[in-house]
């Protein structure tokens, strides 16, 4: 009996103990505190709050983050703005009952800023919400500030995003100044009553973007209002003497889902993808220019679909007409027709309704600032059209928000492909087309004919002498085939089906060239981005007068790229030749080129390791086929990271075939006197004897493969210590054990894993065996395929790479980097 009471004391003291530990895990007290790097945890693990670092930083902040994501996602900051130096950090209750983030020094970094009348009774509890509440009394009933109430970028479910008109106050999100830098950034998201309750992002305080008045079920002016709020969003605004808020909540509690204001302004929902080991894009709230509040101005009309994406509305002009021109469209338009009720008002006469009437705009974005009526919908139009000083210049109805109308000037008005509202604009019968007599149209009718005729007649002698030149080009670049003994019967290519366009569609798509147009520049010549007439986006290579490059490379590329066909291969729409002016038509490919975005240090983060493995892939899969797979026998010889595009999902497409050579028959080697390419990317036996073959691709694609995984480029990296370019770097790095230290620290920091650690392991060992100096010693693009895909598992170990040494000026050369949409080439030897 002894024994057994002795036992039940002893786990009464062990629960109690538990107890005690247990509560200790999610809430800060007087006499407990979390000093870098401890962390409290809330109760189902959800999320922890603590110390944490940024890639590219070794600032230190106080922050809440998922617990159980392995991708670090940070929720809300304290001390944003004041970030500590090292690790002497420490968050606690202080002696005036404050949560307050403290240095070495005891300096206070940030505070919560709250009158605490009962300091010693005060918790702060990390609840798995999210919010962390600063409270007094054993219950915490008694809330006297939440981080939910002061938040940093992010909205998590049950957040509430409000404001009290009452009390002057609002709860909005504060972006971030950078990626790195989770300072005050120069964007808000907040919700503003207005006459209906709408999403607001602002830029500097000024307007930036609206989601159009809340319905009751949706925000009217989104793009896509169906699916964004389809689980758990929901607005609050029954009565304007009470605060409105917008929050959201989601019935499985599994899965995880959050809002990000980024530090461009954008608002995107994330959902955890687990099988993908990453954040998804759910919705973003910025799709196009057409979303940035009043882009086209003033009775202006945004239509991302059309160029130029801005136009005014029917009865309105460009109130300046050289900014229209020059693309700047923020001064608006202007009534070139005054209502009728107008004049009839101003003439003494009354404000009636006059010969006005209403043009209808089907799904549109409505205008900014409507004025909401609960009449039905068959009286809107006579509420608008009998409105005092005829001020109501259109009317728009919403079931769930009833009659809206305007007047002054139509702001933020946007053509949507779907959803959208219907928008009535007021315009004098006269802009309606309305009333025209039979006899104008009789007459209408016959000069319309003749002009017909005329037309007709011209267009049919333009066509023959088209015709007649495009044959004359035909034959000059059959010639030109000829000279360079590559015929139609030994590859294939049927000169007469060359995709040939006319230069007015290209001037036109690209507005006669015009220099906002302009993407980039290189070796070639200058590249424009285009939208044809049924609004398909290309990009145009205009040959310089200037380039070095002539018919040569022009036709060399159309003959190779136009029979291409493959998912990661670029694809060519047509050419132009007359004269000496020659342009080739691409796919636009809307990322750039891969070096945009794999050398500059504000843009690496976007390719994480997942994406860049996917880049690699599809690289060498692109080069495959053009060994193995295609009917006709390519080697590229300018492999490199500014001649691979990445399309809208960053999928890799090779470009630029100017230097590509066609092998005919069993041709596996070939020697030339012309060296061409990029110093950086070229084998040593293609740069010093000019033998190219598959093995000399291969050598650019270990070299592209390095610079993949590192971040770096090889042409402008430099080891000081050991002057040493990339491939040496890495080189020594692999003998050293060291190879880790060569793979980009964004990569190193965030993603390493069992299986990511395994395939970045593997791309180092595969680039280092492509760019062995000998070229039997390098692997070939099968085999190279088959390594990545783990099909081979035993590799051999690699023998030193060639060029291996930094040249002299290597350190000292201004790094350039292409920042075109499709392949510019630097010509550094011929």
């Avoid at 617990?67 to 690790?87: E, F, H, Y």
């Avoid at 691979?644 to 050579?661: Q, R, T, W």
């Amino acid at each position: 009996m002894g024994k057994t009471i002795s036992c039940s004391v002893l786990v009464a003291l062990i629960s109690c103990f538990y107890l005690l530990f247990a509560t200790a895990l999610d809430t800060i007290t007087p006499s407990k505190s979390i000093k870098d790097p401890d962390v409290i945890i809330s109760q189902n693990g959800i999320f922890r709050l603590g110390f944490f670092s940024l890639a590219n930083s070794s600032n230190r902040y106080v922050g809440i983050l998922y617990n159980q994501i392995p991708v670090q996602t940070v929720v809300w900051v304290a001390n944003r703005n004041r970030p500590l130096k090292d690790s002497s950090g420490i968050l606690n209750i202080s002696d005036d009952g404050n949560l307050v983030v403290s240095n070495g020094k005891a300096e206070v970094l940030w505070s919560s800023h709250v009158n605490n009348t009962a300091p010693n009774a005060t918790t702060a509890h990390l609840l798995d919400s999210g919010n962390l509440v600063l409270s007094n009394g054993e219950d915490g009933a008694s809330s006297l500030w939440e981080s939910f109430e002061d938040p940093s970028n992010a909205f998590i479910e049950t957040m509430k995003i409000s404001t009290d008109v009452k009390k002057g106050r609002k709860v909005e999100l504060k972006s971030w100044k950078s990626i790195d830098d989770p300072s005050d950034g120069n964007f808000s998201l907040s919700l503003e009553p207005f006459n209906s309750p709408e999403g607001i992002i602002r830029k500097n305080n000024e307007l930036y973007y609206r989601t159009g008045p809340w319905n009751g079920n949706t925000f009217i002016g989104l793009i896509d209002k169906y699916t964004a709020y389809l689980e758990g969003f929901d607005v609050v605004a029954d009565n304007p003497q009470q605060p409105y808020y917008m929050t959201y909540e989601f019935s499985n509690d599994s899965m995880y889902i959050y809002g990000e204001l980024d530090s461009q302004g954008k608002f995107t929902e994330w959902k955890w993808d687990a099988g993908k080991g990453n954040w998804i894009n759910k919705y973003s709230s910025y799709q196009t220019n057409c979303d940035v509040y009043g882009y086209c101005g003033a009775f202006g009309i945004c239509d991302s679909s059309k160029r130029p994406i801005c136009s005014c509305l029917k009865g309105f002009k460009p109130r300046n007409i050289e900014e229209w021109s020059r693309g700047n469209w923020s001064s608006g338009c202007f009534r070139t027709t005054p209502l009728q009720c107008q004049r009839d008002y101003n003439n003494g006469s009354g404000a009636g309704q006059g010969d006005d009437g209403f043009l209808e705009m089907k799904r549109m974005k409505v205008p900014a600032f409507p004025h909401p009526s609960s009449i039905s919908n068959g009286e809107c139009k006579d509420q608008c059209m009998n409105m005092k000083n005829c001020s109501c210049v259109a009317y728009a109805y919403d079931d769930g928000i009833g009659c809206m109308l305007w007047s002054g000037d139509l702001i933020d008005v946007q053509k949507f492909s779907a959803s959208g509202v219907d928008l009535y604009i007021r315009l004098p019968s006269s802009e309606l087309d309305k009333g025209k007599s039979s006899k104008v149209i009789v007459i209408t009718t016959v000069i319309g004919g003749i002009v017909v005729i005329t037309i007709s007649t011209l267009f049919l002698w333009c066509r023959i002498a088209k015709y007649e030149g495009r044959n004359k080009k035909r034959k000059q670049i059959k010639h030109q085939f000829s000279s360079e003994n590559i015929g139609e019967n030994s590859i294939g290519v049927k000169l007469q089906q060359l995709p040939l366009v006319n230069f007015e569609e290209l001037a036109t798509a690209t507005d006669n060239f015009h220099h906002t147009k302009k993407l980039g520049q290189g070796g070639f010549g200058p590249v424009y981005k285009g939208t044809l007439d049924d609004g398909k986006e290309i990009a145009v290579k205009r040959l310089s007068k200037a380039s070095g490059q002539g018919l040569e490379e022009f036709v060399n590329e159309v003959v190779v790229i136009s029979k291409l066909q493959h998912r990661n291969l670029v694809k060519l729409l047509g050419c132009f030749v007359e004269g000496e002016e020659k342009m080739l038509v691409y796919e636009y490919m809307p990322n750039k080129s891969l070096d945009t975005f794999l050398f500059d240090p504000a843009k690496q983060d976007v390719l994480d390791w997942r994406k860049r493995f996917i880049i690699i892939e599809g690289i060498s899969r692109g080069l495959l086929y053009l060994y193995r797979d295609s009917r006709l026998k390519i080697i590229h010889r300018d492999l490199k990271a500014s001649n691979v595009l990445l399309d809208k999902d960053l999928n890799p497409k090779i470009s630029y075939f100017g230097m590509a050579k066609i092998f005919g028959g069993n041709e596996n080697q070939c020697n030339t006197k012309r060296i061409v390419g990029t110093y950086g990317y070229m084998s040593p036996e293609y740069a010093m004897q000019g033998q190219f073959s598959e093995k000399s691709d291969v050598f650019s694609f270990g070299v592209l493969l390095l610079e993949i995984v590192s971040g770096r480029k090889n042409t402008s990296f430099y080891n000081y210590q050991y002057d040493l370019n990339l491939l040496g770097y890495a080189w020594r790095l692999w003998n050293e054990g060291n190879i880790w230290s060569l793979v980009d620290k964004i990569i190193s920091e965030s993603e390493l894993n069992s299986k990511n650690e395994k395939e970045i392991w593997k791309c180092i060992h595969v680039g280092l065996l492509c760019v062995q100096e000998y070229a039997k010693d390098r692997p070939t693009m099968s085999t190279i395929i088959s390594m990545l895909n783990n099909e081979i598992s035993d590799l051999h170990p690699p023998k030193q790479p060639a060029f291996t040494q930094a040249p002299l000026i290597s350190h000292v050369v201004e790094e350039r980097v292409s920042l075109n949409d499709v392949t510019l080439t630097d010509f550094d030897g011929r």
